[in-house]
Nanobody, 124 residues
Framework: VQLQASGGGSAQTGGSLRLSCAAS????????IGWFRQVSGKEREGVSC????????HYLESVKGRFTISRYVDNSVFYLQMNSLKPEDTAVYYC??????????????????WGKGTQVTVSS
């Protein structure tokens, strides 16, 4: 199983970026998926996740209404659309997958599969 994150980069405040995570070796309709982010020196935090069983979604309070998680099972890709970006969204973003959506709580330390991070930098 491999997860490959891409789409990070630089944006100005109010701008948009879309992160992608290409999955190989697993079916996205059989796994829950999600995104985390980490700022250097701070604990990793969960940004959003989607249940593999019922497509239920969850968002970090500070990104609600601005970020949207989605997936395309046939293409084995899931996304994080980030709109109205703020400087505080600057972080390294990681994608993750696990058969158990409950493991997406907290810093996701127990999650089974992780992609390498992609840097998002938002300037004011």
């Amino acid at each position: 199983v491999q997860l490959q994150a891409s789409g990070g980069g630089s944006a100005q405040t109010g701008g948009s970026l879309r992160l992608s995570c290409a999955a190989s070796g697993l079916r996205l309709d059989q796994y829950s998926i999600g995104w985390f982010r980490q700022v250097s020196g701070k604990e990793r935090e969960g940004v959003s996740c989607m249940s593999g069983s019922d497509d239920g979604t969850h968002y970090l309070e500070s990104v609600k209404g601005r970020f949207t998680i989605s997936r395309y099972v046939d293409n084995s890709v899931f996304y994080l659309q980030m709109n109205s970006l703020k400087p505080e969204d600057t972080a390294v973003y990681y994608c993750a997958a696990d058969a158990n959506v409950g493991r997406f709580r907290g810093n996701g330390g127990g999650l089974e599969y992780w992609g390498k991070g992609t840097q998002v930098t938002v300037s004011s």
